[in-house]
């Protein structure tokens, strides 16, 4: 939701008005442990959402699984099934954002064709 330079909770504002503005149905944003501060708080003042920090227990070594950590591994792996998608190859992130959106809806035009499958048409005899 920011760019990748700096410190998150600083990038983190910008991004998020941007994705409101585009999404209106957003209620709720998941974020990584790096985004700690004052953005919960700012994010419910400004922007009228739900900021939930997803933290790692301090008491745990090695692997933890996260709560909801699998919905973002789930698109990433989405992601990766589109083979422009493999290797960062765009310079510019409108770029990369529209080859995403583009990824995302091949994605769900698949899935709604395997919903309703096309009538064989009567041969004529």
Known sequence: ?????????????????????????????????????????????????VLDVVRRSDDVSGFQDLPRRWVVERSFAWFLSSRRLVRDYERRTDTSEAVILW????????????????PVPARAT
């Open 103 to 118: 990824s995302m809806t091949m994605l769900m035009s698949r899935r709604l064709a395997a919903h309703h499958p096309r």
């Open 1 to 49: 939701m920011h760019l990748g330079k700096g410190r998150r909770e600083v990038g983190a504002p910008a991004g998020t008005q941007h994705y409101t503005a585009v999404f209106r149905g957003l209620a709720r944003v998941w974020a990584d442990g790096g985004y700690t501060g004052h953005l919960a708080d700012w994010t419910a003042q400004h922007l009228g959402l």
